[in-house]
């Protein structure tokens, strides 16, 4: 390999990949308005038989909160 094509090669792998996404995005939606299927099963559980019976239904509403951009 001569000097040059060493130094190609070199310089591509300080490159970032084109292939990169930057997945943080800010919410398109008001938190009160996101997710409201888990939302309605999480609250229609915690009025029936308290939140520590729900937990379930509250860490499932948390991961589609977080899938929509927000930090909780």
């Not at 001569?2 to 939606?29: F, H, M, R, W, Y």
Request: net charge positive; hydrophobic share 30%.
């Amino acid at each position: 390999m001569s000097g040059s094509q060493a130094q190609d090669s070199a310089c591509s792998l300080n490159q970032p990949s084109k292939d990169v996404v930057i997945t943080e995005t800010k919410p398109k939606k008001r938190i009160c308005c996101a997710c409201p299927d888990t939302k309605k099963l999480r609250d229609e559980c915690i009025v029936e038989h308290g939140e520590s019976a729900c937990t379930k239904w509250i860490e499932a509403h948390r991961l589609c909160l977080r899938s929509e951009g927000f930090k909780v």
